[in-house]
């Protein structure tokens, strides 16, 4: 008797070892399988994507560099490894908040040094919500070389989208220049200006054509038969539905993208659900995503165009196209049809009534706090700083500071950038938006907007116009380390005691780009939950680096131990151990 019980507890005792062996064995299996690992490296190259040779950076032999798949909850770890010749690099996950990862943002000068040549640098992030979102390079002027590309996070197994389709598709919108990012940045900060002038072609995922018999085109640098140029074909089966999700990384346009002869349902806007409506040409400004809804339900013996055309400034780029491909149609075939020319370039009111048709889907409805703690109005204005040609937020142009600003707050190191607040205001009273600046001077500065934690912060985005006159453009701006909430948008000057009475504060959309357009204002909400320091710019790649930029900081305290990985520069140089 006695000694059965003995086998009995030993074999019981022996049954519990397996059974927690077990556990922890597909407890370490879960865990492994909700991190993606990414090799990736980044190389000097030349590329033709619109048959024109250019010096190109590009992600594991691409541009744009491979698009990240994941489900929602998954830890991404991206090893980038820095091949460039003589160029440091950073990448920025676009609409992925990084919390509590802050150091993961991957904005030089913001949040972590460069990563110089022959480095690697991991950057490790959860991707915690499904939606559409980017990533690109965040140093300089590198991004429209062409170190860009999408990330799609899918949702659990077993969630059910608020819509539904058979296949899931995606396409980066891109501006193409054919001369190299280091001569428009040498341009853009030198004496007289030289601008960087409307980009050569429009590329839909990569691809485009120049008219290589243009005049003045260098023959030996353009060839109209090179593989790369060949267009983009989306293949798609009569009778089926297709999601497809729309990144742009313009470096200066502003887009229409519209399938010709097909509706589009929009359904997504930077990650968030939106009430479904319906729009033939899709406005997309850079650092925007939406998913929209298109079903293949035309005449399935032929093609028909995808097109995208510059708005907002009159372009000479000629439109991006590509090809709507009825299967089995061949993907080449030219579309019987003339390309559809697009929507007028200076028609602003079917732009604004986009911006405001975009709604929160019913069933996701993210209600904002009815109140705020504080109010920003940021005008918007393009400057001169000793005969520099700049932009400005309430005539401060922003510069960024050697050592970066995560680094320099968590270390205490004050000194490294200045301390006196920039301002919440502008002069109201006596500016003119409508017209050229009386004085169109202004300073530069590297300090920041201190946030109290977990507060509700109002931006308003104030437009005016340029140096030029009768002439105000759009602008995109873009969070990172937050969603907002898109509460609305107005013309002229913003009016603080009547305008705020209309604000969308039951449905609005909560996104992370917004346009601000020409002689307009929009207004957003956030809350200031997220520690870390934040870049708040215009999409407007040569904008920013012409100081149209401010950055957030919010809960320091809060933030952990910063990894040394993202050190080495100005005064971190001290804490950097490889
Ligand atoms: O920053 C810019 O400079 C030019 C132009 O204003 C120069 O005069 C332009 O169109 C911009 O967007």
């Known amino acids: 008797m006695v000694e059965h019980d003995v086998h009995q507890q030993t074999y019981s005792l022996v049954k519990l070892v397996v059974l927690v062996c077990l556990l922890f064995l597909s407890a370490c299996i879960s865990v492994e399988a909700r991190i993606r690992h990414y090799q990736w490296e980044v190389n000097d190259e030349y590329k033709s994507p619109d048959c024109y040779k250019k010096p190109s950076i590009i992600i594991n032999g691409k541009t744009p560099g491979p698009t990240i798949v994941d489900q929602q909850g998954v830890t991404t770890v991206v090893e980038v490894k820095n091949s460039l010749f003589t160029e440091s690099l950073a990448i920025h996950w676009h609409g992925i908040r990084q919390i509590g990862t802050p150091w993961a943002d991957g904005t030089e000068g913001i949040t972590q040094c460069p990563v110089v040549p022959a480095d690697t640098f991991i950057y490790k992030f959860v991707v915690d919500r499904p939606g559409t979102y980017l990533y690109h390079a965040h140093y300089g002027m590198q991004r429209q070389a062409g170190l860009q590309g999408m990330i799609k996070v899918l949702v659990p197994n077993g969630v059910v989208e608020p819509f539904s389709y058979d296949h899931d598709r995606n396409i980066l919108l891109t501006d193409w220049y054919h001369k190299s990012t280091y001569e428009q940045a040498t341009g853009l900060a030198s004496l007289p200006f030289v601008w960087?002038?409307?980009?050569?072609?429009?590329?839909?995922?990569?691809?485009?054509?120049?008219?290589?018999?243009?005049?003045?085109?260098?023959?030996?640098?353009?060839?109209?038969?090179?593989?790369?140029?060949?267009?983009?074909?989306?293949?798609?089966?009569?009778?089926?539905?297709?999601?497809?999700?729309?990144?742009?990384?313009?470096?200066?346009?502003?887009?229409?993208?519209?399938?010709?002869?097909?509706?589009?349902?929009v359904i997504e806007a930077d990650g968030h659900y939106v009430e479904p409506f319906v729009v033939q040409n899709l406005f997309i400004y850079s650092g925007e995503t939406y998913s929209v809804l298109i079903k293949a339900d035309q005449d399935p013996t032929r093609n028909y165009w995808a097109s995208t055309k510059v708005v907002s400034r009159n372009s000479t780029t000629p439109n991006g196209l590509g090809i709507f491909n009825y299967y089995p149609n061949h993907p080449r075939r030219r579309p019987p049809t003339i390309p559809p020319v697009g929507p007028r370039w200076d028609d602003v009111a079917p732009r604004v009534d986009q911006s405001v048709a975009i709604k929160s889907h019913k069933d996701y409805i993210h209600v904002p706090p009815q109140t705020s703690d504080r109010v920003i109005v940021m005008l918007n204005t393009q400057n001169r700083v000793n005969g520099f040609m700049r932009w400005s937020v309430n005539n401060v142009s922003f510069n960024m500071p050697h050592t970066p600003y995560l680094i320099a707050l968590k270390h205490n190191l004050l000194h490294t950038f200045e301390q006196t607040a920039p301002p919440d205001n502008y002069d109201h009273e006596n500016y003119d938006i409508f017209n050229v600046a009386k004085n169109v001077n202004a300073t530069t500065s590297n300090s920041i907007y201190r946030l109290k934690f977990n507060t509700t912060v109002d931006i308003i985005l104030q437009n005016a116009n340029t140096i030029n006159p009768n002439n105000s453009e759009t602008h995109p701006w873009h969070l990172h380390g937050h969603d907002f909430w898109v509460l609305g948008y107005g013309n002229g000057k913003f009016n603080q005691s009547i305008d705020p009475k209309n604000y969308n504060l039951e449905n609005p959309i909560m996104k992370n780009t917004i346009p601000v357009h020409p002689y307009g204002w929009t207004a957003l909400r956030f809350r200031a939950d997220n520690p870390g320091a934040w870049a708040f710019h215009c999409h407007i790649e040569s904008h920013f680096f012409m100081g149209m930029g401010v950055v957030f900081e919010e809960g320091i305290e809060k933030v952990g131990k910063l990894p040394t990985s993202i050190m080495g520069c100005g005064e971190s140089k001290r804490f950097h151990r490889p």
């Open 196 to 265: 960087v002038g409307e980009p050569q072609s429009i590329l839909i995922h990569g691809r485009g054509r120049f008219n290589c018999s243009a005049p003045s085109t260098d023959a030996t640098l353009c060839n109209a038969t090179h593989p790369q140029c060949t267009p983009y074909t989306m293949t798609v089966v009569p009778g089926k539905t297709y999601r497809l999700r729309i990144g742009s990384l313009t470096a200066l346009a502003a887009l229409s993208f519209e399938i010709e002869g097909h509706n589009m349902t």
